[in-house]
């Protein structure tokens, strides 16, 4: 679902239903074909549907359009680009990589330091999970969730609760 919480912060709001069945269709019609899994791509949406992508939301259409007939093209003549690519340093195509999504982790890096409240422990856990530290066969985003709870609970003397929906007519006094 990461796809799906890309979508929404870039403003869209997408409904989860129709979504995870038109990709489990694709899925179930492509899996004959070697394709194990037809899904919204976090990373393929965090470029299609940025303000990278273009100003206006409702153009930002054009954006996946482009992204799909890419897909086609890497399709027709993946042999040929993978060679190309392999004679490029790792680096390089690390530093492609984050190029792309510069605009995407600028952007949720500023909507997580924009409380002041958890600014810190944000950060802690953003640094925490950027170390990657493995620890018992279990990868730095797990830890960096962990390690950026914990800072929360220190910083604020708790664990962040969830804000509950408001009961109807509790702003003026009932219910």
Not at 29 to 46: D, E, V
Not at 119 to 129: G, K, M, P, V
Not at 156 to 174: D, F, H, K, M
């Given at each position: 679902?990461?796809?799906?919480?890309?979508?929404?912060?870039?403003?869209?709001?997408?409904?989860?239903?129709?979504?995870?069945?038109?990709?489990?269709?694709?899925?179930?019609?492509?899996?004959?074909?070697?394709?194990?899994?037809?899904?919204?791509?976090?990373?393929?949406?965090?470029?299609?549907?940025?303000?990278?992508?273009?100003?206006?939301?409702?153009?930002?259409?054009?954006?996946?359009?482009?992204?799909?007939?890419?897909?086609?093209?890497?399709?027709?003549?993946?042999?040929?680009l993978a060679a190309l690519f392999m004679a490029f340093p790792a680096t390089f195509i690390s530093t492609l990589a984050?190029?792309?999504?510069?605009?995407?982790?600028?952007?949720?890096?500023?909507?997580?330091?924009?409380?002041?409240?958890?600014?810190?422990?944000?950060?802690?856990?953003?640094?925490?999970?950027?170390?990657?530290?493995?620890?018992?066969?279990?990868?730095?985003?797990?830890?960096?969730?962990?390690?950026?709870?914990?800072?929360?609970?220190?910083?604020?003397?708790?664990?962040?609760?969830?804000?509950?929906?408001?009961?109807?007519?509790?702003?003026?006094?009932?219910?």
């Amino acid at each position: 679902m990461p796809g799906m919480l890309v979508l929404r912060n870039d403003g869209f709001k997408a409904s989860a239903n129709p979504i995870v069945t038109v990709t489990g269709l694709g899925s179930l019609l492509m899996a004959p074909f070697g394709s194990h899994a037809f899904n919204i791509a976090a990373i393929t949406a965090a470029i299609c549907t940025g303000k990278e992508a273009h100003e206006e939301l409702a153009k930002r259409w054009i954006a996946a359009v482009a992204a799909g007939v890419f897909y086609i093209l890497v399709g027709v003549f993946g042999v040929t680009l993978a060679a190309l690519f392999m004679a490029f340093p790792a680096t390089f195509i690390s530093t492609l990589a984050g190029l792309a999504l510069l605009g995407t982790i600028g952007g949720s890096l500023a909507t997580a330091m924009a409380d002041a409240k958890t600014r810190e422990a944000s950060l802690i856990t953003f640094l925490a999970a950027a170390a990657n530290i493995s620890l018992l066969g279990i990868g730095g985003a797990f830890w960096g969730l962990v390690i950026g709870l914990g800072a929360y609970a220190v910083l604020n003397g708790r664990l962040p609760r969830r804000e509950r929906a408001g009961v109807i007519g509790a702003s003026n006094g009932e219910g």
